[in-house]
């Protein structure tokens, strides 16, 4: 079975600019989650969908959005990027109850 | 609060040596679950382990085991004989029952010498 597939690997942008980051979750799971990870914060919860609907959301700005699609692949966008949105970026897909949770390789984001 | 502690930033072995890497957790949820990952130097999250609050007994794994005490609220994790390929960041995790997100602690670093 293939595991959690993001893309792309690796990105820079500057600042104000947006970007978009895609994840393809584990084929049968419907549950997807972001987390954002920096050597300062460590990892934190960003949100998760399940079935195309948010469930829960971490404390971040408004600039960064979510969504999930009928096929369980999800993207989450950043719009006017700082230079603190520098960090790598985890998806996670798990059944419904996300009682494991499967990780794929991350989407190294820098912003200059 | 719910929270994940791991007082251990970094440790450093030689290999073959026995490593147990702390976890104290915080939570008011009677049901949850804890969880241990690995992230080696490519950054990929790998999971080893989940552990529901109801299920004390410990676990072997080859070369991995795992203590769950609910009366000092810690999940420690000991490598055995440890190897170079152990190098990696090691997190443990905390999902309660009614929580769609995982809260992890800080993370600990170590780094096996051959």
């Known amino acids: 079975k293939a595991g959690v597939t993001q893309t792309p690997r690796y990105l820079i942008k500057t600042r104000g600019q947006q970007v978009t980051l895609s994840c393809s979750p584990i084929s049968g799971h419907r549950s997807v989650s972001w987390y954002q990870q920096t050597p300062g914060q460590g990892l934190q919860f960003l949100f998760e969908?399940?079935?195309?609907?948010?469930?829960n959301k971490g404390n971040f700005p408004g600039r960064f959005s979510g969504r999930q699609f009928s096929n369980s692949r999800s993207e989450m966008n950043v719009s006017t990027l700082e230079l603190g949105d520098s960090a790598l970026y985890l998806c996670?897909?798990?059944?419904?109850?996300?009682?494991?949770?499967?990780f794929g390789p991350g989407t190294r984001l820098t912003v200059l | 609060a719910q929270k994940v502690t791991q007082a251990q930033t970094e440790i450093s072995v030689v290999e073959k040596e026995d490593v147990t890497l702390d976890c104290v957790y915080e939570t008011r949820d009677t049901t949850y679950y804890l969880f241990w990952y690995k992230q080696p130097p490519s950054g990929e999250l790998v999971f080893l382990i989940r552990?529901?609050?109801?299920?004390?007994q410990n676990e072997i794994s080859g070369r991995y085991s795992w203590n769950f005490q609910k009366s000092t609220s810690s999940f420690n994790f000991t490598i055995t004989a440890s190897q170079v390929v152990d190098s990696a960041v090691y997190f443990c995790a905390l999902k309660w029952d009614s929580s769609y997100k995982l809260i992890f602690g800080s993370g600990t670093r170590l780094l096996v010498r051959p």
């Open positions: 996670a897909s798990s059944l419904a109850d996300l009682r494991e949770q499967f």
């Open positions: 969908y399940f079935s195309e609907t948010q469930r």
């Open positions: 552990r529901n609050s109801f299920d004390e």
